[in-house]
Nanobody, 123 residues
Framework: QVYLVESGGGLVQAGGSLGLSCVAS????????MGWFRQAPGKEREFVAA????????YYADSVKGRFTISRDSAKNTVYLQMNSLEPTDTAVYYC????????????????WGQGTQVTVSS
């Protein structure tokens, strides 16, 4: 079992920046890929970004490419999501998740999930 705890959400004006953190209780073969997802009210949970603990390979959703950066600190078992140039459409609950492989990594079929943190972008 891997436990994930997110932090760093809040309220920011459009054009501003916000950073999220996700601390994992462990790094195992079942949690080699770390992802960030988000879910706005009335919408499905959608992929934002993902990173590999092993080699740092990253992938992004087209909607956040160039604005968001995912990174990891293996020594701290922590994954970060730096969000710049935020837009009101980025408003959502952001979830950290983990899975064992890159298979279907854009789908919300990850084995482990955090509790989520609210990000609100005002216009």
């Amino acid at each position: 079992q891997v436990y994930l705890v997110e932090s760093g959400g809040g309220l920011v004006q459009a054009g501003g920046s916000l950073g999220l953190s996700c601390v994992a209780s462990a790094r195992t073969f079942t949690s080699r890929i770390m992802g960030w997802f988000r879910q706005a009210p009335g919408k499905e949970r959608e992929f934002v970004a993902a990173i590999s603990w092993y080699d740092g390979m990253t992938y992004y959703a087209d909607s956040v490419k160039g604005r968001f950066t995912i990174s990891r600190d293996s020594a701290k078992n922590t994954v970060y999501l730096q969000m710049n140039s935020l837009e009101p459409t980025d408003t959502a609950v952001y979830y950290c998740a983990a899975k064992g492989s890159w298979s279907d990594f854009r789908l919300p079929n990850y084995a482990y999930w955090g509790q989520g943190t609210q990000v609100t972008v005002s216009s």
